[in-house]
T-cell receptor, first 112, second 116 residues
């Protein structure tokens, strides 16, 4: 079956660095997404990886290893506003269609 | 504003009521989605419309009925719901998913549904 695992909750300190991991067991891999969702708000797109390696975008970076079925989201210089849930999603190809498989999300709590 | 607008934001209904959720996007996207989000669970895809045709229905109970009158609007009609249907219902839109490109989903803020 198709499965995505990510930690349920993490806590980090303002100004520090945190790494949120996502492991997946899927077939037909066609890209991996990270979304951020603040409480009561819409999920918003953070990053997309389809090839192995690190994609950097300001304070946020996302890494992918397709051979290991592994990704992480790295958040640097943490700010209080980074307190949110972070959703990992894998796009897979099924016949001629494309589907997103979602993780349950990681709730990140930032402490002063 | 995220570009995808959902109404109402909050809805409380009894099990015998009939109500509808509305979603609207003016991003030029040609695919629209309904997702159910429950606490500590992955997003559950309910329905997908691509080019105004329903292309996916993930074994959703018939008490949920989608409608897509045009590429900008999507409805979810609700009737005789159960308490376990209480959740956040998210609408999203994107360009049609294909073999290349991110085709990122843009989500609405959701409709928080409580069934009594």
């Amino acid at each position: 079956g198709q499965n995505i695992d990510q930690p349920t909750e993490m806590t980090a300190t303002e100004g520090a660095i945190v790494q949120i991991n996502c492991t997946y067991q899927t077939s037909g891999f066609n890209g991996l997404f990270w979304y951020q969702q603040h409480a009561g708000e819409a999920p918003t797109f953070l990053s997309y990886n389809v090839l192995d390696g690190l994609e950097e975008k300001g304070r946020f970076s996302s890494f992918l290893s397709r051979s290991k079925g592994y990704s992480y989201l790295l958040l640097k210089e943490l700010q209080m506003k980074d307190s949110a849930s972070y959703l990992c999603a894998v796009r897979i190809r099924v016949d001629s269609n494309y589907q997103l498989i979602w993780g349950a999300g990681t709730k990140l709590i930032i402490k002063p | 504003e995220t570009g995808v607008t959902q109404t109402p934001r909050h809805l409380v209904m009894g099990m015998t009521n009939k109500k509808s959720l509305k979603c609207e996007q003016h991003l030029g996207h040609n695919a629209m989605y309904w997702y159910k989000q429950s606490a500590k669970k992955p997003l559950e895809l309910m329905f997908v419309y691509s080019l105004e045709e329903r292309v996916e229905n993930n074994s959703v109970p018939s008490r949920f009925s989608p409608e897509c009158p045009n590429s900008s609007h999507l409805f979810l009609h609700l009737h005789t719901l159960q308490p376990e249907d209480s959740a956040l219902y998210l609408c999203a839109s994107s360009h049609r998913q294909g073999p290349s490109g991110a085709n990122v989903l843009t989500f609405g803020a959701g409709s928080r549904l409580t069934v009594l």
